[in-house]
């Protein structure tokens, strides 16, 4: 009866499987009767495919060997099969070869590769073999509801913790913990992952878990895939089941490729060795297709797409040079490329200038920065401003008011790579495999973002000495004399960017970071020194509080409650924004020195829970932040602005301008125009200057977007009309007047 059930409704699986065949995997017309001569002469003779059984590609092809004799010559062999279940076979991360960025590579005459080596024209088994993405463990595309285990040690070390990167919290035994872990260290324990819909299994990446005090990793694995959840198919190499070599440490990220891709809705990863001082614990992304299907309800539901024409591609730092030629070469009226200086290894740090006059400081126009970089390896921000600078060029050619008119009333900068060398080495391994931290730190091994002077411990000490306004002054703190001196804990990226914000009046900056959602903001540094966590906030806190919201807020996720955490942190409940200080302590911060040296305000803003996304996810993540990198550009035209004159018109550079109540100043530019970022209210201003008069008014800040105009003209002092008279007379005049003096003393 079974057999003839099975031959009965052949004909229909026959017709579906040209259907898969013909579209789906494009396969070529000549070896698709034969693969379907071979799987009906199987079927009818066992009777018992489809049911709850997945569906591999040697079922569909047949066998590979056979395939190889019949189909096109192949010489490439595959992994032999394992003995036993403690032989580490499967490919690693060194022998493996490197998904870069979700591409496959290309060899010599520029042809790709195939997963095996072979050309694509040839195939792999003979059908072409696209490079699947991951299927969004690390990225939370995949949710907490879809991941599974056989058990746990407790719920901080659930199923819903076995994330590619995922991070642990300070302390062991944390609700939010590094990983999963079984609650048994046996080989029956598995890590599983459910698609919600027929995928294209490819690969599977693993780490250890990330801990302080712990070692726990997998050595080897295997892998099953199954279709309804109850019947399953252990991945094989020939006859015998495939042993996938793991982790020999907890960090680095091990890829293994499937031999064969595999389609189901489930896969699991079945851990049968671990290291031996530690437990089964693992972090995994795997690699998936979806299958055709657009009757499903979680695919609509999740799916962004973007109207925006844009590069939607990682770009190394040849690449990025020449978009940001493409993009200076399409919008030359508007554009201009330069640099700031050099990393380590001499690659120039490129920024672009986007304005009406790029290349020369308007009076009355203020400056705007975006940086990204920092750390090398958090690289969705370094892509998010090329993916701008495109934008705003393309939008301002065909008439966008709102980008006309940040353009023709802003200088906006972007500096796309602060840490090149950084990302250079990320960018070799690719967007899956270089873990946490490769890359982050400079080729001398600083931390950019807080390799800056602290200038926070200079200003505290004079407040408990009471040195402030006379011996310190509360802005535009110098710098330490012995961070000018030639030595190997400053990075030349520090230097460059310190003389670049020195050399520009900016008023408003964003450094974009990644592997979190959050906006931070000064002081980045805990007053306490035992502190590692402490509410430290600035003179400015509601004005850095309310630009912080205006990211966040605008921001697709940030700000949403019923989104997961990146790892430890529930920022939404916060509306997306904490004080840097609050979070962690941070000294030499860019935010910070930015603030205490500079009369700009800074900002860091974590764009998103993946360091390093597939390429296939930038679009989305663009369309997450493309609003928010627009509404924060529009902040540094709130409060107010203005021109510090004298008697005969001109401006006066270098004014303290001071603001009633709240205790930081800034400075007037070189053209003697200034920018204060306030919130809406009434505040009274006071302008002083050397040799000048002091003057006040009161300022209003509306609620309308756009800067109050305040301006000032101040008059000169007597005594400095005194020495300007001197001056101009050779210091004549002051001989006479002390005989005068002297006289009339002797008379009386």
Same mark, same amino acid.
């Given at each position: 009866?079974?057999?003839?059930?099975?031959?009965?409704?052949?004909?229909?699986?026959?017709?579906?499987?040209?259907?898969?065949?013909?579209?789906?995997?494009?396969?070529? $017309?000549?070896?698709?009767?034969?693969?379907?001569?071979?799987?009906?002469?199987?079927?009818?003779?066992?009777?018992?495919?489809?049911?709850?059984?997945?569906?591999?590609?040697?079922?569909?092809?047949?066998?590979?060997?056979?395939?190889?004799?019949?189909?096109?010559?192949?010489?490439?062999?595959?992994?032999?099969?394992?003995?036993?279940?403690?032989?580490?076979?499967?490919?690693?991360?060194?022998?493996?070869?490197?998904?870069?960025?979700?591409?496959?590579?290309?060899?010599?005459?520029?042809?790709?590769?195939?997963?095996?080596?072979?050309?694509?024209?040839?195939?792999?088994?003979? =059908?072409?073999?696209?490079?699947?993405?991951?299927?969004?463990?690390?990225?939370?595309?995949?949710?907490?509801?879809?991941?599974?285990?056989?058990?746990?040690?407790?719920?901080?070390?659930?199923?819903?913790?076995?994330?590619?990167?995922?991070?642990?919290?300070?302390?062991?035994?944390?609700?939010?913990?590094?990983?999963?872990?079984?609650?048994?260290?046996?080989?029956?324990?598995?890590?599983?992952?459910?698609?919600?819909?027929?995928?294209?299994?490819?690969?599977?990446?693993?780490?250890?878990?990330? %801990?302080?005090?712990?070692?726990?990793?997998?050595?080897?694995?295997?892998?099953?895939?199954?279709?309804?959840?109850?019947?399953?198919?252990?991945?094989?190499?020939?006859?015998?089941?495939?042993?996938?070599?793991?982790?020999?440490?907890?960090?680095?990220?091990?890829?293994?490729?499937?031999?064969?891709?595999?389609?189901?809705?489930?896969?699991? $990863?079945?851990?049968?060795?671990?290291?031996?001082?530690?437990?089964?614990?693992?972090?995994?992304?795997?690699?998936?297709?979806?299958?055709?299907?657009?009757?499903?309800?979680?695919?609509?539901?999740?799916?962004?797409?973007?109207?925006?024409?844009?590069? =939607?591609?990682?770009?190394?730092?040849?690449?990025?040079?020449?978009?940001?030629?493409?993009?200076?070469?399409?919008?030359?009226?508007?554009?201009?490329?330069?640099?700031?200086?050099?990393?380590?290894?001499?690659?120039?740090?490129?920024?672009?200038?986007?304005?009406?006059?790029?290349?020369?400081?308007? /009076?009355?126009?203020?400056?705007?920065?975006?940086?990204?970089?920092?750390?090398?390896?958090?690289?969705?921000?370094?892509?998010?401003?090329?993916?701008?600078? /495109?934008?705003?060029?393309?939008?301002?050619?065909?008439?966008?008011?709102?980008?006309?008119?940040?353009?023709?009333?802003?200088?906006?900068?972007?500096?796309?790579?602060?840490?090149?060398?950084?990302?250079?080495?990320?960018?070799?391994?690719?967007?899956?495999?270089?873990?946490?931290?490769?890359?982050?730190?400079?080729?001398?091994?600083?931390?950019?973002?807080?390799?800056?002077?602290?200038?926070? %411990?200079?200003?505290?000490?004079?407040?408990?000495?009471?040195?402030?306004?006379?011996?310190?002054?509360?802005?535009?703190?110098?710098?330490?004399?012995?961070?000018?001196?030639?030595?190997?804990?400053?990075?030349?990226?520090?230097?460059?960017?310190?003389?670049?914000?020195?050399?520009?009046?900016?008023?408003?900056?964003?450094?974009?970071?990644?592997?979190?959602?959050?906006?931070?903001?000064?002081?980045?540094?805990?007053?306490?020194?035992?502190?590692?966590?402490?509410?430290?906030?600035?003179?400015?806190?509601?004005? =850095?509080?309310?630009?912080? =919201?205006?990211?966040?807020?605008?921001?697709?996720? *940030?700000?949403?409650?019923?989104?997961?955490?990146?790892?430890?942190?529930?920022?939404?409940?916060?509306?997306?924004?904490?004080?840097?200080?609050?979070?962690?302590?941070?000294?030499?911060?860019?935010?910070?020195? %930015?603030?205490?040296?500079?009369?700009?305000?800074?900002?860091? *803003?974590?764009?998103?829970?993946?360091?390093?996304?597939?390429?296939?996810?930038?679009?989305?993540?663009?369309?997450?932040?493309?609003?928010?990198?627009?509404?924060?550009?529009?902040?540094?035209?709130?409060?107010?602005?203005?021109?510090?004159?004298?008697?005969?018109?001109?401006?006066?550079?270098?004014?303290?301008?001071?603001?009633?109540?709240?205790?930081?100043?800034?400075?007037?530019?070189?053209?003697?125009?200034?920018?204060?970022?306030?919130?809406?209210?009434?505040?009274?201003?006071?302008?002083?200057?050397?040799?000048?008069?002091?003057?006040?008014?009161?300022?209003?800040?509306?609620?309308?977007?756009?800067?109050?105009?305040?301006?000032?003209?101040?008059?000169?002092?007597?005594?400095?009309?005194?020495?300007?008279?001197?001056?101009?007379?050779?210091?004549?005049?002051?001989?006479?007047?002390?005989?005068? $003096?002297?006289?009339? /003393?002797?008379?009386?």
């Amino acid at each position: 009866m079974r057999s003839h059930h099975t031959v009965v409704l052949f004909p229909s699986l026959l017709r579906l499987l040209e259907v898969l065949l013909g579209v789906t995997y494009g396969c070529a $017309v000549e070896y698709r009767d034969y693969h379907l001569r071979e799987l009906r002469g199987r079927e009818l003779l066992h009777g018992n495919w489809g049911h709850g059984k997945p569906w591999l590609y040697t079922d569909i092809l047949g066998d590979p060997q056979e395939h190889r004799r019949l189909g096109p010559k192949n010489t490439n062999r595959e992994p032999r099969a394992t003995k036993d279940t403690e032989r580490q076979l499967g490919e690693s991360a060194a022998s493996s070869k490197s998904v870069k960025n979700g591409n496959k590579k290309k060899n010599e005459k520029g042809s790709l590769k195939s997963p095996n080596g072979s050309n694509e024209g040839e195939g792999y088994y003979g =059908f072409g073999t696209e490079e699947c993405p991951p299927l969004g463990l690390e990225n939370l595309k995949i949710d907490d509801f879809q991941l599974h285990a056989s058990s746990i040690k407790r719920y901080g070390l659930g199923a819903h913790r076995g994330r590619l990167n995922i991070q642990a919290g300070l302390f062991e035994d944390d609700f939010f913990d590094g990983g999963w872990c079984s609650g048994r260290n046996d080989p029956l324990q598995w890590f599983e992952v459910d698609a919600r819909r027929l995928t294209k299994f490819t690969g599977v990446i693993t780490q250890g878990r990330n %801990s302080l005090w712990s070692s726990d990793w997998v050595t080897s694995y295997k892998v099953r895939v199954s279709n309804d959840s109850h019947t399953w198919t252990t991945i094989k190499n020939g006859t015998r089941d495939m042993v996938f070599s793991a982790n020999s440490e907890k960090e680095l990220p091990v890829l293994n490729r499937l031999p064969t891709p595999v389609i189901g809705r489930y896969i699991r $990863v079945n851990p049968r060795s671990w290291h031996p001082r530690g437990s089964v614990c693992m972090r995994v992304e795997i690699l998936g297709c979806p299958m055709p299907d657009p009757n499903n309800y979680y695919h609509r539901r999740n799916e962004i797409t973007t109207t925006d024409k844009l590069d =939607f591609k990682h770009h190394g730092y040849k690449e990025m040079r020449q978009l940001m030629k493409a993009v200076n070469e399409m919008c030359p009226n508007i554009t201009r490329i330069y640099n700031i200086g050099k990393s380590y290894n001499g690659l120039k740090l490129y920024a672009i200038e986007i304005s009406d006059s790029p290349g020369e400081h308007e /009076q009355g126009e203020p400056e705007f920065r975006y940086t990204a970089g920092s750390h090398g390896n958090e690289v969705l921000g370094r892509e998010l401003l090329l993916l701008l600078m /495109q934008f705003m060029c393309q939008e301002y050619l065909v008439g966008n008011l709102r980008v006309r008119h940040l353009v023709e009333e802003t200088r906006i900068h972007l500096l796309p790579s602060i840490n090149p060398d950084g990302y250079e080495k990320v960018f070799e391994l690719g967007s899956e495999l270089g873990g946490w931290s490769l890359g982050r730190w400079t080729h001398d091994g600083l931390d950019v973002h807080h390799n800056f002077p602290d200038l926070n %411990s200079v200003l505290w000490e004079a407040e408990t000495r009471k040195w402030m306004p006379r011996k310190v002054l509360n802005h535009h703190l110098p710098i330490p004399e012995w961070y000018y001196s030639k030595n190997h804990t400053v990075a030349v990226e520090t230097r460059a960017l310190i003389s670049w914000m020195e050399k520009i009046p900016f008023v408003l900056g964003g450094n974009l970071q990644g592997g979190e959602l959050v906006v931070t903001f000064p002081y980045d540094k805990a007053r306490s020194q035992w502190k590692v966590q402490e509410q430290n906030p600035t003179p400015d806190d509601p004005v =850095f509080r309310w630009l912080a =919201f205006s990211y966040a807020s605008t921001h697709r996720l *940030m700000t949403d409650a019923s989104r997961r955490v990146c790892h430890t942190e529930d920022f939404a409940k916060e509306e997306g924004t904490i004080n840097g200080a609050s979070w962690h302590t941070a000294p030499g911060s860019m935010n910070d020195f %930015s603030y205490l040296h500079t009369d700009c305000f800074e900002l860091s *803003m974590y764009v998103g829970c993946d360091k390093f996304p597939h390429e296939s996810e930038l679009a989305a993540e663009w369309e997450n932040n493309r609003e928010s990198l627009l509404v924060f550009m529009e902040q540094v035209h709130r409060g107010i602005k203005g021109v510090v004159r004298d008697m005969h018109g001109r401006g006066i550079a270098n004014v303290t301008v001071s603001v009633e109540g709240i205790n930081h100043d800034i400075h007037t530019a070189a053209d003697g125009d200034y920018w204060r970022l306030l919130n809406p209210g009434e505040y009274r201003v006071t302008v002083k200057a050397q040799g000048y008069n002091p003057a006040s008014k009161v300022c209003e800040v509306g609620y309308d977007m756009g800067a109050t105009r305040c301006d000032f003209v101040l008059s000169r002092t007597n005594l400095s009309r005194i020495k300007e008279i001197m001056e101009k007379f050779g210091k004549r005049p002051i001989k006479p007047l002390q005989q005068q $003096v002297r006289h009339r /003393q002797t008379q009386t």
